[in-house]
């Protein structure tokens, strides 16, 4: 299996990709938003790295956390088409030496309310769940 990192050619490849897991996870998908979003991570680390795979993507961005002790990074979209194969496993755990290599000292991820399935194959891969719940706001 191969496990890259995309760069800004392969900006087509992943579209459809998001397309998608937006679609499977209920998300509103605009392609003007994403495609902008997706630039800055396509092109250099300075925000975090997009992933490919054989079957899917995964993009990390980077944070900073007192509590993590400096640099930290978001899983903040992780799809796989083919699930159950083992796929996923491989690449989470490129994705965990990726993270190592750019100095992040944790990962941390959300997963939607319903999706007990998603929660009990990252506690496979080392994730365990924390007592916060994440927030947010619009600016």
């Not at 087509?12 to 897991?21: D, G, I, Q, V």
């Not at 995964?58 to 900073?64: D, I, N, P, Q, R």
């Not at 000292?105 to 496979?124: I, M």
Request: with cysteine.
């Amino acid at each position: 299996m191969l496990i890259r990192r995309a760069s800004a050619p392969d900006l087509s490849a992943l579209l459809p990709l998001l397309r998608e897991f937006y679609e499977v996870d209920g998300h509103h998908y605009d392609e003007a938003v994403l495609t902008a979003a997706l630039g800055p991570l396509l092109v250099d680390d300075r925000f975090g790295q997009v992933w490919l795979f054989d079957t899917g993507y995964a993009v990390l961005t980077w944070g900073y956390s007192l509590e993590s002790g400096g640099r930290d990074a978001l899983l903040d979209e992780f799809f796989v088409r083919n699930r159950g194969g083992g796929v996923g496993g491989r690449v989470i755990e490129e994705l965990a030496e990726a993270c190592r290599a750019a100095g992040a000292r944790r990962v941390v991820l959300e997963t939607e309310a319903p999706n007990d399935a998603a929660r009990r194959f990252y506690g496979r891969h080392g994730f365990t769940p924390e007592a916060s719940t994440w927030m947010s706001r619009d600016l």
